[in-house]
């Protein structure tokens, strides 16, 4: 039982590069890292125009990147055998993990950017499949990079387009309908803060954590049942909240009531626009709770929110249930799982002083129940992609 480690930022920037240098036998003209995350609250609330509060991961992805001279474009990564090359890298031309690099070149340049060729070598220690956002730390490495040997600005404008083009390599590139949540943070976090996004207008928040005040951590818990965006179960919640919208003629489930929630006719949908009306609600209470350092009401918050996940929204599953039960059976504060859901990872606000204790007490858990064992890292509060 240890804690996932993070890598040393200095150390992985220098190793990507050396990696670059033996695939490709050339320096790279630029290294870009982006940090995983993990949403505190604030679930499937994205793509409802709604509220949600992430925070960057001291885990990131790396990316050595290099102009070539012709259209080509070669991807390799250290988590993967196969290296994916082509000249076509938009919509159904690249598939698998590729698409999310290539994917990024090709959205920039639908935007009016000037990107060649490219070799692309990425390393990472946001763990796949868990949950934390390791597609969009890879597109968010792979942009700022790009934007580099592209001579742009670090302005929040140009930020903001990263962001615009990082979707589009999601969702129609790799074919995983996401909200922006993901990318949205890796570009905009700050050190010691969680992130409050606004979808109705894009706007960003710094809400100020102080962990070490409290005597807390926050205890990530990677099931280690894989999750994935493009495998239909986030693109049928999608789904069902646009029914809801339809059904009560608002544009989003940000303006709908739960009053008029609770008129929908069909349980299915009136419970996944439950859920992602009262979490917008929790989102706004946690915040709340933070800024007057109330971490009991935060907890419960928490343990609400996956609740609703549960019940209403339906993405939890049994190891993520475990995870959960066995972190407040050891004495965490709250616990939820977090993410798209259908596998992937807990959060846990857990004191600093029953650390431990936690981990080891969900390990219990994980082996009476015959699950696989999971893997724990610690979520520090990071600051958003950066060129290395």
Do not use: K
């Amino acid at each position: 039982m240890a804690l996932l480690s993070p890598g040393t930022p200095a150390d992985l920037a220098t190793s990507t590069a050396a990696a670059f240098r033996h695939a490709y036998g050339a320096e790279p003209a630029a290294v870009g890292r982006a940090p995983g995350r993990v949403n505190l609250i604030g679930e499937h609330t994205d793509y409802n125009a709604g509220t949600c509060l992430p925070v960057a991961l001291a885990h990131a992805t790396y990316a050595a990147v290099s102009p070539r001279s012709d259209n080509l474009v070669r991807v390799r990564s250290a988590q993967a055998d196969d290296e994916w090359q082509g000249e076509g890298i938009g919509p159904g031309e690249v598939t698998g993990w590729a698409s999310y690099a290539a994917g990024v070149a090709w959205a920039l340049r639908e935007a009016g950017v000037e990107v060649p060729g490219l070799d692309v070598c990425v390393d990472s220690t946001v763990p796949l499949g868990a949950g934390l956002s390791s597609s969009a730390a890879l597109e968010c490495s792979v942009a700022v990079a790009i934007a580099h040997l592209a001579g742009l600005d670090d302005s929040e404008t140009q930020r903001r387009a990263l962001v615009e083009a990082c979707m589009r390599a999601e969702t129609e590139v790799a074919g995983a309908p996401t909200g922006g949540m993901d990318q949205t943070v890796a570009m905009f976090a700050q050190p010691a803060a969680a992130l409050l996004i606004d979808f109705l207008d894009h706007t960003t928040r710094a809400v100020p954590l102080s962990l070490g005040d409290a005597g807390l951590a926050v205890l990530v818990v990677d099931t280690r049942v894989s999750h994935a965006l493009v495998d239909g179960g986030y693109a049928s919640r999608r789904t069902d909240c646009e029914t809801a919208c339809r059904e009560l003629g608002v544009p989003s489930l940000r303006e709908a009531t739960l009053d008029r929630v609770e008129s929908l006719a069909d349980s299915r949908i009136r419970r996944r626009a439950r859920h992602v009306v009262t979490e917008i609600g929790r989102v706004a209470g946690t915040v709340a709770a933070i800024e007057r350092a109330d971490w009991r009401t935060v907890g419960q918050l928490f343990v609400a929110s996956h609740t609703s996940m549960r019940d209403d929204f339906e993405i939890s599953c049994p190891e993520l249930d475990a995870a959960v039960e066995a972190a407040l059976g050891a004495g965490a504060v709250g616990a939820r799982m977090t993410g798209g859901g259908f596998g992937g990872s807990a959060v846990a606000l857990v004191p600093e002083d029953v650390l431990d204790t936690a981990m080891s007490t969900v390990d219990t858990a994980f082996d009476t129940r015959g699950f696989r064992r999971p893997t724990f890292l610690r979520a520090e509060p990071s600051a958003a992609a950066n060129l290395c």
